[in-house]
């Protein structure tokens, strides 16, 4: 009995201090956003991707809206033939209508993630995590 309630007692505690190291070192990952329509239409079109636009995960960053990862969207049906492996990062101008492609790729090299973690900066960088990684890229904090 009483090894259930230590055990019941330090699960959670080390989740706590699990979720509290990564937000406290800067690793806390926000939600990505939605993009609106236009958005999405302006990024795919940046990306240079055709089909319908259920067949790619758009999202922005939650922390810096100007920056947008894009992938193939696996859950979508009938997009078999838009599939691509890799990901994108695009970044806009503040009035987020006009896209422009910072790296795209599946094995984008060290020295490109470094500099692409520079130039979008650390928050932004954290919440494209599932973009970036899908790219290659594995230096994530």
């Known amino acids: 009995m009483t090894r259930k309630l230590i055990a019941l007692g330090v699960i959670p505690a080390a989740a706590l201090a ?12 926000s939600k990505q956003k939605t993009p609106t329509a236009a958005q999405k239409k302006a990024i795919m079109k940046a990306a240079d991707l055709t089909g319908p ?5 758009i ?3 939650a922390r810096k809206r100007t920056i947008a990862g894009v992938k193939f969207n696996e859950r979508a049906k009938n997009c078999t033939k838009y ?19 910072l790296e795209s790729g599946s094995s984008v090299g060290t020295s490109n993630c470094s500099a692409l973690k520079t ?11 599932p973009y970036i990684s899908t790219m290659g890229c594995t230096n994530f904090d």
């Open 18 to 29: 699990i979720t509290a190291g990564q937000a406290l070192s800067g690793g806390a990952i």
């Open 59 to 61: 999202q922005l960053s």
């Open 53 to 57: 636009a259920s067949c790619y995960a």
């Open 83 to 101: 599939a691509f492996d890799g990901a994108g990062l695009y970044f806009s101008t503040p009035n987020r209508k006009v896209w422009f492609d």
């Open 119 to 129: 130039l979008v900066g650390n928050a932004a960088w954290q919440d494209m995590i």
